[in-house]
């Protein structure tokens, strides 16, 4: 991963080269938690949600960088 952008009505994730480890279970992700995660047609992804105050910015960003590390982790098993 390159970046993340957290704000008070989502977070943008943006990958290295536009790539991730494990394109497959990146896909099956975003499957699963459509309501809240999409792909752009630029390689990123964005994550609806509502955090109003910095705390909640962090732990969002928390949540979300330990759901893609999990996901990249499953390419290395």
């Known amino acids: ?6 704000g008070p009505k989502g977070a943008v994730v943006t ?3 536009d790539q991730f480890v494990n ?3 990146l ?4 499957q699963k938690q ?6 752009r ?3 990123k992804v964005v994550v ?7 705390d909640q910015r962090l732990a969002a960003a928390e949540r ?13 098993a």
Do not use: C, H, Y
């Not at 896909?27 to 975003?30: A, E, T, W, Y």
């Not at 459509?34 to 792909?39: D, E, L």
């Not at 609806?48 to 910095?54: A, F, I, L, S």
């Open 1 to 6: 991963m390159a970046k993340i952008d957290v």
């Open 27 to 30: 896909v099956g992700l975003v």
């Open 64 to 76: 979300i960088l330990s759901q893609l590390a999990k996901v990249a982790l499953q390419a290395a």
């Open 23 to 25: 394109p497959m279970g």
């Open 15 to 17: 990958f290295r080269d």
């Open 48 to 54: 609806k949600g509502e955090w109003d105050t910095p």
């Open 41 to 43: 047609p630029d390689n």
């Open 34 to 39: 459509q309501a809240f995660w999409r792909m």
